[in-house]
């Protein structure tokens, strides 16, 4: 096959969880590693694209020739998404976002009093529909993981969320996804569906990389 050639393209690449403070030293977050946003960045440029990647807190390192922005919170991230998602040919919302953050972030040390206590939290902005709703939208890809029913979950988010393909990976299989070095995906556009079996998230993401730039290239 012909050697992909993304030369011109900017991509903007979602990686790793957000932290969502409940005071000075305390967070809710999740166990993504950052792993497999920073493959995909790492096959794009190596492609030849110019990436971004916005990231949450991981300790994996930056790749060779990639731009990091590092955020904590999921507000940050939308922020920064949108700035950038302007500019980009394609997104790719990696990222495990927090569903909900603490409504009121307590501005000293919670103290430890009584028995049980009370975090009130607040849904956060979905980043990946609002890139998908500007007026500049870029080739849109997002990220599903789901423990069941993987297939109907994915097809939902991508029409509700206007996705140009969404990558599903079933969490539930042992040695694949959050924290694993390998991954299987399914990924769906609103015509076809395309299986990756299971490899190492730096074949995956090349793999990937060629797909979403397949599918670019024919809506353009
Ligand atoms: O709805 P769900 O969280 O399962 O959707 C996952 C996809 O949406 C991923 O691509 C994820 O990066 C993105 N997402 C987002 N902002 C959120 C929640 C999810 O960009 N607040």
Known sequence: TAQ???SGQRWVITAGPTR?????VRYISNHSSGKMGYAIAQAAQLAGAEVQIISGPVSIGVPDGCKKIAVESALQMHQQALELANKADVFVACAAVADYRVSD???QKIKKSADEMQLNLVKNPDIV???AALPAK???VGFAAETQDVAHYALDKLKRKNLDM??????????QGFNSDDNALTVFSSKNKTELPL???K??????????SQHYIEKK
């Open 129 to 131: 529909a609002d890139v």
């Open 138 to 140: 870029p080739f849109t």
């Open 105 to 107: 972030v307590a501005t």
């Open 199 to 201: 490899a190492s998230k």
């Open 4 to 6: 992909l050639d993304l």
């Open 203 to 212: 074949i995956l993401a090349e793999q990937l990389v060629q797909l979403i």
């Open 20 to 24: 969502e403070a409940i005071d000075p």
């Open 166 to 175: 969404i990558a599903a990976n079933n969490v539930a299989l042992l040695g």
